[in-house]
């Protein structure tokens, strides 16, 4: 059974870091993205970032770029999003995925519970 877990997530100041991790188990990803999609209250569901297996190939959505770093530790078959300068507009709930690679949310196989991300101006 493949199961993904976020955690990391919580409250934080304007302005602050917060650095996400997924733990997957039951497989690895080595021929999928491994990303992270974000939904605000009223809004939809969002990209936000992928990464491959090798690490050798990132990609982040504009409204987080130069703020936000993805990165995998294959060992852990765990991928992060470290997320830094946030404003209170990132408040929303993260979820990580795994799939084939794909900047649209219905692509993906494999998702977390997602975790809260608030941040407070």
């Known amino acids: 059974q493949v199961q993904l877990v976020e955690s990391g997530g919580g409250l934080v100041q304007a302005g602050g870091s917060l650095r996400l991790s997924c733990a997957a188990s039951g497989r690895t990803f080595s021929r999928d993205a491994m990303g992270w999609f974000r939904q605000a209250p009223g809004k939809e569901r969002e990209f936000v970032a992928i990464?491959?297996?090798?690490?050798?190939?990132?990609y982040v959505s504009n409204s987080v770029k130069g703020r936000f770093t993805i990165s995998v530790d294959n060992a852990k078959n765990t991928w992060y999003l470290q997320m830094n300068s946030l404003p209170s507009e990132d408040t929303a709930v993260y979820s990580c995925?795994?799939?084939?690679?794909?900047?649209?949310?219905?692509?993906?196989?494999?998702w977390g519970q997602g975790t809260q991300v608030t941040v407070s101006s």
């Open positions: 990464i491959n297996w090798s690490a050798r190939s990132t």
């Open positions: 995925t795994a799939g084939p690679s794909s900047l649209n949310w219905s692509s993906y196989n494999y």
